[in-house]
C-alpha cells in the first residue's frame, strides 16, 4: 500500500515537499517514482529513483524538484521548489519491482497566487 501525503494551495514560487510511505513489500527493494496528472492531460513521469538511490528527473522539473528515499522509514519525497503554475497537477506515488508495481492516491498540488 502506498500512502501519498503533502499536496496543497501554494503560491508560485514557493515550495513544498511530498511524502509517501509504504507498506506491505520490501520497501528498499523498490524503485520508486513521482508522476503528475494535469486537468485534461495524460499522466507523465516527474522523477524516479532506483532501490539504490539514483534519481533521474523530467526535464520541466530539472533543478527545481529533487526525489530522495529513506528505507528506514519506508518513505519515498518529492521536494518541489520554486514552483510553477504549470506545477499544478494531481501527483502520484509509484512502485516497480521485477513485474509488480503499485499505484498511490494522488495527492493534489495547486500552484497559484
Known amino acids: 500500500q502506498l500512502q501519498a501525503s503533502g499536496g496543497g494551495l501554494v503560491q508560485p514560487g514557493g515550495s513544498l515537499r511530498l511524502s509517501c510511505t509504504v507498506s506491505?513489500?520490501?520497501?528498499?527493494?523498490?524503485?520508486m517514482a513521482w508522476y503528475r496528472q494535469a486537468p485534461g492531460k495524460q499522466r507523465e513521469l516527474v522523477a524516479r529513483i532506483t532501490s539504490t538511490g539514483s534519481p533521474n528527473y523530467a526535464d520541466s522539473v530539472k533543478g527545481r524538484f529533487t526525489i530522495s528515499r529513506d528505507n528506514a522509514k519506508n518513505t519515498v519525497y518529492l521536494q518541489m521548489d520554486s514552483l510553477k503554475s504549470e506545477d499544478t497537477a494531481v501527483y502520484y506515488c509509484?512502485?516497480?519491482?521485477?513485474?509488480?508495481?503499485?499505484w498511490g492516491q494522488g495527492t493534489l498540488v495547486t500552484v497559484s497566487s
Open positions: 509509484y512502485r516497480a519491482y521485477k513485474y509488480y508495481f503499485t
Open positions: 506491505g513489500i520490501i520497501f528498499s527493494l523498490q524503485a
